[in-house]
């Protein structure tokens, strides 16, 4: 299920990123070890998490996903390992709330962007997933929120 989506306005704000290219079979044996090399790497210089784990897609799915594993951060970090400092950048964008397990995410994309279409948008190639509930918060997959956002050419 997808909430009404929304333009809104973003601010920028540091991240620190891990870029991946994966396989569709790769992505779930990719996401869960990223976050916890990338959570670990930000811990070890002393920075906290200031928001969710977000995925950055820097076009859309095809045979592979060409992302970065993302976390938004008070203080930028300092490039160690895979880890790379990065910014979510001020946009004006579309987003709305997907409800369910990640497995929805596939059709939840398409109905999101017919809603953008139908109302005069145009998007660049990025997409953004931010994992507002998930796994490492609540166990069950119907009570997980997912973020999509798009940015909209203005």
């Not at 929805?104 to 953004?128: C, Q, R, V, Y």
């Amino acid at each position: 299920m997808l909430e009404t989506p929304q333009i809104i306005q973003t601010s920028a704000r540091p991240t620190a990123i891990i870029p991946v290219i994966v396989s569709w079979e790769e992505m779930t044996v990719t996401m869960g070890p990223g976050i916890a090399e990338l959570l670990a790497a930000i811990t070890a210089q002393g920075i906290a998490p200031a928001g969710e784990i977000f995925t950055r897609h820097l076009r859309r799915p095809t045979e592979s996903f060409d992302l970065e594993i993302s976390v938004p951060v008070a203080t930028p970090v300092t490039a160690v390992g895979r880890v790379r400092p990065s910014e979510w950048p001020a946009l004006k964008m579309a987003r709305t709330v997907y409800h369910g397990p990640y497995e929805g995410l596939g059709d939840a994309w398409p109905e999101f962007m017919d809603w953008i279409e139908k109302n005069g948008h145009t998007t660049t190639e990025e997409l953004w997933e931010s994992y507002t509930v998930g796994p490492r918060s609540n166990p069950d997959p119907n009570s997980w929120r997912t973020e999509l956002s798009r940015a909209i050419v203005t």
